[in-house]
């Protein structure tokens, strides 16, 4: 299960995603903290109850900031939406389910996204790929042909206006754009790639919800050799206010 989890913040003026807490769960506790990119933006503002960014707060219960983005198992698409996320229900804890959906909504600009941790030397997340709405028709088309195990490729954005270490995800033959990689995974990425070399990187489809909304749709894995000294999700930024 996913202990830790890294909380974004979109700034809507610039459209970039910022770290700016963590979320932890340990001794059957939750704990969050922020981190010191809440204090890199003079736009953002601390969540209500939670307003002292040098404070760590605990709690038994998942804080309702987090509690609200999980979807009820008395929805009539729950059994549906476990199948999306490739999860047993006896799984399913909160955190795993956090992990999986970025606990994403539309009337805000928060994600989450878990820290890596190294397994039998390698680096391994599992993600679903972003931005398929934005894609053309066909891409899309091609997006819902796709079938579990397939081989998926990487592509460096240069010009990407919003993200210097843009990724996006394409298919082999013929090569067409499926969505990007998220937006906390790229640096961690770029670095595996350059270290290990493009060759020895496999991203591939896990699974691929034909009916499921656009940011539930296609499930990744990208898996790299975890080099010696690497460190994910380092930079300054990541880091919490208070030790």
């Not at 939670?50 to 038994?60: F, G, Q, V």
């Not at 999860?87 to 996204?113: C, N």
């Not at 079938?147 to 990487?154: A, T």
Request: proline share 6%; with cysteine.
């Amino acid at each position: 299960m996913n202990n830790e989890l890294v909380l974004s913040w979109k700034n809507s003026t610039t459209h970039m995603w910022t770290p700016v807490g963590k979320l932890k769960y340990q001794n059957n506790h939750y704990v969050f903290q922020y981190t010191k990119g809440a204090l890199s933006s003079k736009e953002f503002k601390p969540f209500e109850k939670m307003d002292n960014l040098t404070k760590i707060y605990e709690s038994e219960e998942l804080f309702p900031l987090f509690k609200n983005r999980l979807l009820q198992k008395s929805r009539p698409e729950y059994s549906e939406y476990l199948e999306w996320l490739d999860i047993k229900e006896t799984e399913m804890h909160p955190m795993e389910e956090l992990a999986l959906t970025g606990g994403v909504r539309a009337t805000d600009s928060l994600q989450l996204f878990p820290i890596p941790m190294e397994s039998n030397g390698y680096y391994e997340v599992k993600f679903f790929s972003h931005g398929i709405r934005y894609l053309a028709p066909s891409y899309i088309e091609r997006a819902n042909q796709l079938s579990n195990g397939d081989k998926l490729y990487l592509m460096k954005d240069i010009q990407n206006n919003h993200d210097e270490y843009a990724l996006t995800l394409r298919t082999e033959d013929p090569p067409e754009l499926v969505g990007y990689c998220p937006k906390n995974y790229v640096k961690d990425f770029n670095n595996l790639i350059e270290e290990n070399g493009a060759a020895n990187i496999e991203v591939s489809v896990i699974k691929n919800n034909t009916t499921a909304p656009s940011q539930l749709k296609l499930l990744c894995k990208f898996k790299a050799k975890w080099y010696e000294g690497f460190s994910p999700f380092s930079d300054e930024d990541f880091q919490p206010i208070v030790s």
